[in-house]
């Protein structure tokens, strides 16, 4: 068994080798010019602030910006689970994030793209407890879109870094 895997292992990476892939933050790569390049709009809401934070702890702080990136962000919540007594005991919060990186210099936007995604949580219990529950997803559904927009940046900083 230890052969086989062993085997999967090595074929695995003479695949990707041949293939050309390279780590998108290897040193030189374009993905690596763009830590504290890019410089995120400020926040407005505790939402946007989560998203902005997020943002920042994967690009850096900016130190010699070239792009900036902005973003309208929305969200919604929606009841799902609903006991016979029609009391609520679970939410969905959906986000979407439409953003556009423009380039300093020239004023253009270079990329642009939107992320959707949710999470939910439970309405069981007293109000803190909700309310805290409430927050934690948020807070989840800014980080997970946060991630998504960066890994966005990365997939297309050939194009970005030119």
Known sequence: ???????????TVATLTGCGFSPALAPGASGAALPSRIEVM????RDSFDLTRRLEERLGQPTNTL?????TLTT????VGITPEQVTTRHNIHGQVNYVLTDLASGTSVLEGKIENFTSYAATGNTVSTLSSQRDAHQRLMFIMADQVY???LLASDQIAQ
């Open 67 to 71: 792009w900036e990136l902005s973003y």
């Open 76 to 79: 919604s919540q929606e009841s």
């Open 151 to 153: 890994a966005r940046l």
């Open 1 to 11: 068994m230890w052969l086989f895997k062993r085997l999967s292992l090595i074929l």
């Open 42 to 45: 400020a926040p407005n809401d």
